[in-house]
């Protein structure tokens, strides 16, 4: 079940429920389309009215913490036109149906299709309902039923709840990615090294090398002809939690960065400060974390008056910082990502993906004891 909010418990889960698979064996094909984008099924006049604005506003917020800003994800508008064209989208990754209960046109019938007699009623009296339905058609699919009284309270619901749609999208589309990105194999050898010597792991691609490993930093990289793709993990024992601000993980990265992140040519990686830089707090693997996306340089060191002397070129990063309880360790997972003439949002999504693998040696028991 994807994430949801304002909905209405239990009527409208049981009526979306109702539509989905419920073999345990699911033998249908996998959905298709491009990761990172989102249909989004609307009628056309409302698509370029306030609700569809709303809609944009959300799933397609910038990221601007890219080198370039990107949309968070990219957007397919369609209406329903014919049984045949339903079919086909049918068959899509990410769909969203948007329309107000009222609404007489082909996507408002088919919300008043979705939802029982009880649960309409319950709209009608001015409750708006954003609810996620995994696999309704094919595997490894997301499907959104976004549906309000009248047009204004669901531009309205969109405006105040879609940070949760794309949130849900966010979680869905790096599932998928961990299932594409290690289907070709993993090094599980090298992951229970890193279990063995660091007490964590991380999944490692079949053609991810070690960079560097030592005492309390372990660095993996993926270097291509045109681009290169890096993720490190660095942890303090006894680390104090209350000691992780925004202002000393820019700092600590920074340091790691200089003595570990070289150039071949010289210099070092370091935080951009002039590009935009943010740090929000997060659950990260079930821990009170702190996610922090920005753009990183090469620099060769600063002037008297503290810029940055850039020595070459750049790109994203996002890190992870947290205490992890059962070892008293405060955690660094860092990816990086260098790619210059590509749009980066969705190089930087594979290395989230990456992050959310780790694990420590507590975790990996915990996980066969409950077996």
Known sequence: MGSFTRFVAPLLFVAVLASGCLSDVDHR???????????????????NGPIGEAVRGQLMAAINTLPAPEPSFDLRNTHIRSQSQFAELQKQKNLVFVAPLADSTQEGRFINSVFSPDAKQAIRNGTSAIVGRRNVWRRNQQVFYVTAPDANHLADAIRT??????????????????????????????????????GFAVHAQHDYLVATDTTDFF?????????????????IENGDPSAITPDWIYAQRDSLAQIYLQGNLGGWIAIDYRRPLETKQVSFLGRYAFETRGLWIMIDGYTDDGRPIVAGSGGPFLTYTFYDQDSG???????????????????????????????????????????
């Open 29 to 47: 094909p996998e959905a298709i389309g491009e990761e990172g984008r989102v249909t989004v099924v609307m009628d056309t006049n409302q698509w």
């Open 161 to 198: 709840d879609g940070m949760a749609l794309r949130d849900s999208f966010n979680v869905v589309t790096r599932e998928r990615l961990h299932r594409e990105m290690f289907e070709r194999g993993r090094q599980r050898e090298l992951e229970e090294a890193m279990l063995q010597n660091h």
């Open 219 to 235: 660095w993996l990289r993926r270097i291509l002809p045109d681009t290169w793709r890096s993720l490190f993990v660095h942890y």
């Open 329 to 371: 360790r405060v955690y660094f997972v860092d990816g990086m990502v260098f790619a210059p003439g590509f749009e980066k949002r969705e190089f930087l999504r594979q290395m989230e993906v990456i992050a959310h693998t780790f694990r420590t040696r507590e975790d990996v028991s915990t996980s066969l004891a409950s077996r």
